[in-house]
Every structure is written in structure tokens, then in C-alpha cells.
């Protein structure tokens, strides 16, 4: 059956350090991916997408991910994490075939100072 | 364009009375989704609309929940009666085009229904 894991429910890093969310998905056809962000009290603001292409996209607030399709993974990452990026993160994915969004439990990130 | 715009941004009501959280997409924009979140059931979409109609509602959780689209800058989901575990918040998000088109999420309603 169709779904996304985030493994991580919560990551605790410091400031400066890089960070890397985990996503993966089931399901044998490529999806369209999402990374959203949820800052506390907030809605969720896309991040980043893969369509197709080069599988290495290039969001918002500098974060980047990697689909490998091997894996059936879109990780999350940013090489120096500020404290303002302490929110929420959310995978989703879109198959045609299915014609619906699958969003992540979310992984909520803690920034240390 | 001032974005996804919700109301109320919080609401707080007694079990049994009927709830009504409202939605103004972004001009333009064609679809309209609504999704819960909770703690428990995380990010759950309860109906999508393309074009002012209802195309998926299987999320819904029960005929208490219903949601209406009458024209295409605005759209409405009524709790009746509403129940304490209807308390979540709720998000609406429009996009242009289908649903794997990027949703732009209003502040939510957060619901507490005592």
C-alpha cells in the first residue's frame, strides 16, 4: 500500500551543525515530492518540490533535498541549521495514479543554541 | 495577494453546537482542500474541491462533517453537532491546477470544542 515515513518524530541538533530529515515512501511508481515546514502556530509553507529532472532540488531558507529513486527516499537537508529553523517538517507525496497527497507524520526539529 | 485566508483563527464551543470555519483561497487558484490536524492522527485531508466541486470527500469523517464550495473565492466545512474529539485544527489550502500542484496553506482554525 501507498505511504510516507518520516522515522524521526523528533531531532534535537545545534546550531551550526548540519542536518539531514529522513523521508521514504512506498510504492513502486516515481511520485511527486514535498517538503513543507510548520513553524509553530502556522500553517505550512512549501519548502522544496521534485517533479522531475535532477534529482538534487534547491528550496527555500536554504535547504536542499535528494530523490534516489534506489531508495525511495527525498531527504531533507541543510548543511548550517539557524534557530529559526526549530519548526515542523513535512513530507508528502503525490501519485497520479492515486490522485491524492500523503503527507508525513512530520519530524519536529529542536535547535540548540 | 494576502494568502490562504481562515476564519476564525480560533474557536472555542460547547458540544452540540454546530461550528462553521471559513475559507478565501488565493485569487486564481482552482482547487481548495481542507485537512485536520491532531496530535494522534497527524495531517489528514478530509475533502478536496476542483473548480467549486466536491471531487474527493472520502475523508470526511462522519455526516456530521460537511463542506460546501458555492463559488470559487470562498468555501465553508460545518461541524453539526460538533463532538470534544472534532477539537483539532484545520487548514485550508488552495492550488492552481490538480492536486500535485503546490497547496499554499492558510493559519488554520484551531477548534476546541468543550
Known amino acids: 500500500a501507498q505511504s510516507v515515513t518520516q522515522p524521526d518524530i523528533h531531532i534535537t541538533v545545534s546550531e551550526g551543525a548540519s542536518l539531514e530529515l529522513r523521508c521514504n515512501y512506498s510504492?513502486?511508481?516515481?511520485?511527486?515530492l514535498f517538503w513543507y515546514v510548520q513553524s509553530p502556530g502556522q500553517g505550512l509553507q512549501l519548502l522544496l518540490k521534485?517533479?522531475?529532472?535532477?534529482?538534487l532540488v534547491q528550496g527555500i531558507k536554504g535547504f536542499e533535498a535528494e530523490f534516489k529513486r534506489s531508495q525511495s527516499s527525498f531527504n531533507l537537508r541543510k548543511p548550517s541549521v539557524h534557530w529559526s529553523d526549530a519548526a515542523e517538517y513535512f513530507c508528502?507525496?503525490?501519485?497520479?495514479?492515486?490522485?491524492?497527497?500523503?503527507f508525513g507524520s512530520g519530524t519536529k526539529l529542536n535547535v540548540k543554541p | 495577494d494576502a494568502g490562504v485566508i481562515q476564519s476564525p483563527r480560533h474557536e472555542v464551543t460547547e458540544m452540540g453546537q454546530e461550528v462553521t470555519l471559513r475559507c478565501k483561497p488565493i485569487?486564481?487558484?482552482?482547487?481548495l482542500f481542507w485537512y485536520r490536524q491532531t496530535m494522534m492522527r497527524g495531517l489528514e485531508l478530509l475533502i478536496y474541491?476542483?473548480?467549486?466541486?466536491?471531487?474527493?470527500d472520502s475523508g470526511m469523517p462522519e455526516d456530521r462533517f460537511s463542506a460546501k464550495m458555492p463559488n470559487a473565492s470562498f468555501s465553508t466545512l460545518k461541524i453539526q453537532p460538533s463532538e470534544p474529539r472534532d477539537s483539532a485544527v484545520y487548514f485550508c489550502?488552495?492550488?492552481?491546477?490538480?492536486?500535485?500542484?503546490?497547496?499554499?496553506f492558510g493559519p488554520g482554525t484551531r477548534l476546541t470544542v468543550l
Open positions: 474541491f476542483n473548480n467549486n466541486v466536491p471531487i474527493d
Open positions: 510504492y513502486g511508481a516515481t511520485p511527486y
Open positions: 489550502a488552495s492550488s492552481l491546477g490538480g492536486r500535485n500542484n503546490e497547496q499554499f
Open positions: 485569487s486564481g487558484h482552482n482547487s
Open positions: 521534485y517533479f522531475s529532472g535532477d534529482t
Open positions: 508528502a507525496v503525490y501519485w497520479d495514479n492515486f490522485n491524492k497527497f500523503y
